[in-house]
């Protein structure tokens, strides 16, 4: 049973669309992330929720826009794709505060 | 400015020979220090981290870290490579400014030779 589970773990779509990435976790977390990896393997984090709770958003486009459903989920939903947001995109969690964070298998994003 | 600096992007080493990845950060308060890695087409896998107290830290796969604050680095090493450890190896910091959040270094691919 994968404790953080992404879909889809693949994704093509053209350039203007708007599309969804989904994040489940198992392992009872309060704390759930989007990181974002780009061409270059250079990971930067893009948001955070606690407890459904925005707490970080690093300078991202407002073309982003997670939604936390409850614990166990965040989604990320990105509006009017472009080029440039072709990446894997990556969930995480972690637990009680200053542990380590779980990440799932990742998320590719093609945008052509 | 706050950074985690990873100096090699590409390490070969022979299988069966010892290993170290170096790892320098810029933070001023002691942060929380992980190392996490990462095989073709999969998600992160954590070694080990530092916390506190033993500034040797035991991880998975036979990894270790030593975390020495007089040079802010946290290096990774293991004393004898298997071919299984070809990956992508990333430092990470957690600033612990009270908001967790990971700052990844540049990563450093390593590749095994037989």
């Known amino acids: 049973d994968t404790a953080v589970s992404q879909t889809p773990k693949y994704l093509v779509t053209q350039m203007g669309n708007d599309k969804s990435i989904k994040c489940e976790q198992n392992?009872?977390?309060?704390?759930m992330y989007w990181y974002k990896q780009d061409s270059k393997k250079f990971l930067k984090i893009m948001f955070s929720y606690n407890n459904k709770e925005l707490i970080i958003n690093e300078t991202v486009p407002n073309r982003f826009s997670p939604k936390s459903p409850d614990k166990a989920h965040l989604n990320l939903h990105i509006n009017s794709l472009e080029l440039g947001d072709s990446a894997v995109y990556f969930c995480a969690t972690s637990g009680r505060p200053n542990t380590e964070a779980f990440f799932g298998q990742g998320t590719r994003l093609t945008v052509v | 400015a706050q950074s985690v600096t990873q100096p090699d992007i590409h390490i070969t080493v022979s299988e069966g020979a010892s290993l170290e990845l170096r790892c320098n950060y810029s933070?001023?308060?002691?942060?929380?220090l992980f190392w996490y890695v990462q095989s073709p087409g999969q998600g992160l896998q954590l070694l080990l981290k530092?916390?506190?107290?033993?500034?040797l830290v035991q991880g998975i796969k036979g990894f270790e870290a030593e975390f020495k604050r007089s040079q802010s680095s946290f290096n990774l090493r293991k004393p004898s490579v298997h071919w299984s450890d070809a990956a992508e190896y990333f430092c990470a910091v957690d600033p612990n400014t009270g908001f967790q959040k990971l700052v990844f270094g540049t990563g450093t691919r390593l590749l095994v030779s037989p």
């Open positions: 392992l009872g977390h309060d704390t």
């Open positions: 933070y001023g308060a002691t942060p929380y």
């Open positions: 530092y916390f506190s107290g033993d500034t």
